[in-house]
């Protein structure tokens, strides 16, 4: 007799498909998103006392900027050069102010999605609450687009907002001036700035095949190990990088140095010893408290605080040989993933930030928008505002002289952990 066989049991037949009763679990789950990083590491811009806030991302006070086109930010440069020495006349040798200017954009922003009011298609989703937790999504996508639009700034100066419409021709994408390509030495490691995109995007594509040997494809030696960490530290040193107050490094201040996860595998590993960071590390668990709460913490390596962006950008490779072109990819709200980071030839990022690295002008905050249509069937929800997002940048009183000191946009491999 054969297993599971039954002897004199009666087996009523099968309802059909038509008249089985099919549950569901009414309880409505959303899948879970990358965290982004960047919203606890704001601080404010205040226009009166025109101090940059301690913070890489500096929200400005709109004050009476709000009706602007656009504004100028106005920055003293300390007094330089030499002294009046012995019996000299000091007439004649006054030292006048010098500033640095930085412009700042705004543009319109909206998220919008529309529900039933009534009828059958409002009945058929009210059990699982459908449209509600739709409503409420809102706010989760204002938070990542923020967070799309400050690495959009960070690698290509402008956010997303301000390549559109009005502020598209004032706001045209250009790589950040500092560029730190791994695996070069200290002197050749930053590609020569162009104002010519085309340029400077060859120049940064020359550093990028020399670091790999004459190939795009990156070699373990540009990974984001401790040669090249040290590196980049120096890097910082020399471009002037505005520190920030840090609690735990040394002098209680630094950087904060953003990577993929890719890298923190490698930097977090402790058995991975080829060019580690060894007791030169220092872990998040030793690091204040404070500190340690701040969002992605690693640990600590000489004057950066290691954070962890699942969201960090790369730049992407187009075409198989000479003449390459470049372009940036992006997580999108969402899971929306351009970084096409499966390409053996894309390059992972790295930022280093300092005070004041990206600004944020906002002066029509987030609000609730409401269209009704056919007499209250469709209503349509949405979120607006008015913001510009972009990197720092300042210029002389001529808008020429570019000047950028409070970040770097640092390309690496990227790794293949195994």
């Known amino acids: 007799m054969g297993a599971g066989t039954q002897i004199g049991v009666l087996a009523p037949t099968r309802l059909a498909a038509n008249s089985r009763v099919h549950g569901y679990d009414k309880q409505l789950r959303s899948k879970a998103l990358l965290e982004d990083i960047y919203s606890k590491l704001s601080g404010q811009y205040n226009t009166e006392k025109k101090t940059i806030p301690n913070a890489i991302y500096m929200q400005i006070d709109d004050g009476a900027l709000s009706n602007s086109e656009d504004a100028t930010i106005t920055m003293k440069l300390k007094l330089s050069g030499a002294a009046i020495y012995g019996n000299n006349f000091a007439i004649g040798a006054e030292e006048l102010p010098a500033t640095r200017a930085m412009t700042i954009y705004r543009n319109n922003l909206r998220k919008v999605v529309a529900t039933p009011g009534y009828g059958k298609r409002k009945l ?24 799309l639009e400050i ?12 390549l559109h419409g009005d502020t598209q021709a004032v706001c045209v994408p250009h790589w950040n001036r500092n560029i730190f390509v791994s695996g070069n030495p200290l002197r050749t490691c930053r590609p020569a700035f162009s104002t010519n995109l085309a340029t400077y995007t060859q120049n940064l594509v020359n550093a990028v095949l020399a670091a790999g040997g004459g190939a795009i494809a990156p070699t373990v ?21 505005a520190r920030l107050s840090i609690p735990g490094l040394p002098g209680g201040q630094g950087f904060i140095l953003t990577m993929s996860e890719l890298q ?48 960090q950008p790369t730049i992407t490779v187009g075409g198989s040989s000479a003449p390459y072109t470049l372009g940036a990819g992006y997580m999108w709200p969402g899971e929306v993933d351009q970084r096409n980071r499966s390409d053996a030839e894309t390059l992972d990022t790295f ?22 249509d056919d007499y209250g069937a469709i209503v349509g929800h949405g979120t607006a505002l008015v913001r510009g997002v972009g990197e720092a940048i300042y210029t002389d009183e001529n808008g020429v002289n570019e000047e950028q000191f409070t970040s770097i946009l640092g390309i690496c491999r990227m790794p293949d952990y195994v």
Do not use: C, M
């Open 124 to 147: 058929d989703q009210d059990a699982y609450g459908l449209f509600d937790k739709h409503i409420d999504d809102l706010a989760d996508f204002a938070k990542e687009h923020e967070g």
């Open 151 to 162: 690495r959009q700034a960070l690698v290509e100066r402008f956010g997303e907002t301000l």
């Open 221 to 241: 030696g540009q990974t984001l190990n401790q040669p090249n960490l040290s590196n980049a530290s120096n890097f910082a040193l020399q471009q002037r990088i």
């Open 264 to 311: 923190a595998t490698y930097l977090g590993d402790p058995a991975w010893s080829q060019r580690n960071l060894g007791s030169l590390f220092i872990a998040r668990s030793s690091l204040p408290e404070k500190v340690q709460n701040w969002p992605g913490v690693l640990g600590a390596y000489k004057d950066f605080l290691l954070v962890v962006d699942p969201r």
């Open 351 to 372: 930022f280093v930030l300092g005070k004041g690295a990206v600004w944020n002008w906002n002066p029509e905050k987030l609000h609730h928008i409401e269209q009704v």
